[in-house]
């Protein structure tokens, strides 16, 4: 059975930093990209990051580009989004998800599996 935990959230002041990680498990986890979505209230879901331990690609939304690093940890099969001075723009739920192929996308019906989300306020 496929597994997603995320972890990390919590208030963040703007211009601070943040730390979410996500433990997979139920999968070969180099098989398959892991992705980071988010959704805000009243919005869509939306794909921010993702990344493919196949090829070492990974795929950060424009919207995000340079405040985000996606990276992972074989050991410990889990994925990790640092997030650096979040914008009013970013409070939402975050969650990972497990794509249905090995290359990236930021699209949420070519994933598969996601973790319950965790919550991301920001404080000005």
């Known amino acids: 059975e496929v597994q997603l935990v995320e972890s990390g959230g919590g208030l963040v002041q703007a211009g601070g930093s943040l730390r979410l990680a996500c433990a997979a498990s139920g999968f070969t986890f180099d098989d398959y990209a892991i992705g980071w979505f988010r959704q805000a209230p009243g919005k869509e879901r939306e794909g921010v990051a993702c990344?493919?331990?196949?090829?070492?690609?990974?795929y950060y939304a424009d919207s995000m580009k340079g405040r985000l690093t996606i990276s992972s940890d074989n050991a410990k099969n889990t994925v990790y989004l640092q997030m650096n001075s979040p914008k009013p723009e970013d409070p939402a739920v975050y969650y990972c998800?497990?794509?249905?192929?090995?290359?990236?996308?930021?699209?949420?019906?070519?994933?598969?599996?996601w973790g319950q989300g965790t919550q991301v306020p920001v404080s000005s």
């Open positions: 990344i493919s331990r196949r090829d070492g690609s990974t």
């Open positions: 998800a497990v794509a249905t192929n090995y290359y990236c996308s930021n699209y949420v019906h070519e994933f598969r599996s």
